[in-house]
């Protein structure tokens, strides 16, 4: 656990804790913010930082509260996952900032799967600007269909990597496709990729775009 304070987050997840792994943040050359899928937990997802064989890097993973972000689907309508939705953004954004004032805002990769990756994607959208990067593994905008997509700011080339089934039982492919769209008119450079019959979950060619990303930010952070 992180000495990061949440206690005035408001709603649901305020005062949840945030685990840690690898350098200290103190020390770090860069970080990644880890956000956990819907059941999952921090330390489940903490557990991919083994993959990525970095030294110098803070991985910061936010808990939900019960393991879970918002109570419904991130196509509904955004009123009926309030307040968790806002209090779970609110909650990503203090680690980012934490991990910004530590290392940089460009040295600040935001990572996550499955509701995880939806509340990573819809946060970096909400807050543009030049950032480590985003991987989204099976996730995308949040939001009914339809819904405006009228962002302020400037990704101003963060790099973003979007990977998604084209059978997702969970993510709609059109979704992928619109976020995509969103975060390159925003200015983000995107790397998409769709696997054909794949189903929800992550697989090696993901994990090492995520790990090439990441030990590229570390290598810039020296």
């Not at 970096?124 to 905008?141: C, E, T």
């Not at 997702?168 to 998409?192: C, M, S």
Request: proline residues 5%; aromatic residues 6%; hydrophobic residues 40%.
């Amino acid at each position: 656990m992180t000495d990061i304070d949440t206690t005035d987050v408001e709603g649901p997840h305020g005062g949840q804790p945030v685990r840690h792994a690898g350098a200290d943040l103190a020390d770090a050359n860069a970080a990644v913010v880890m956000v956990h899928g819907r059941g999952a937990t921090a330390r489940s997802i903490l557990g991919m930082a083994g993959e990525f064989g970095t030294d110098s890097v803070a991985y910061l993973a936010p808990a939900a509260a019960r393991n879970t972000w918002y109570p419904h689907s991130f196509m509904e309508e955004t009123t009926r996952n309030q307040p968790y939705l806002d209090s779970a953004l609110a909650f990503v954004g203090r680690v980012v900032d934490a991990a910004a004032d530590a290392v940089g805002r460009e040295k600040v990769l935001l990572l996550g799967f499955s509701q995880g990756a939806c509340l990573s994607s819809e946060w970096l959208a909400r807050n543009a600007d030049r950032f480590g990067g985003l991987v989204a593994f099976s996730g995308g905008l949040i939001g009914p269909e339809g819904t405006p997509r009228e962002y302020d700011g400037d990704l101003d080339g963060t790099p973003a990597f979007l990977g998604c089934s084209d059978v997702d039982p969970h993510i709609p492919l059109e979704r992928v496709k619109e976020t995509t769209e969103v975060l390159e008119g925003l200015g983000a450079d995107v790397d998409e990729r769709i696997y054909e019959g794949m189903g929800h979950g992550v697989n090696e060619d993901e994990l090492n775009a995520a790990k090439g990303m990441v030990t590229s930010l570390e290598l810039a952070g020296e």
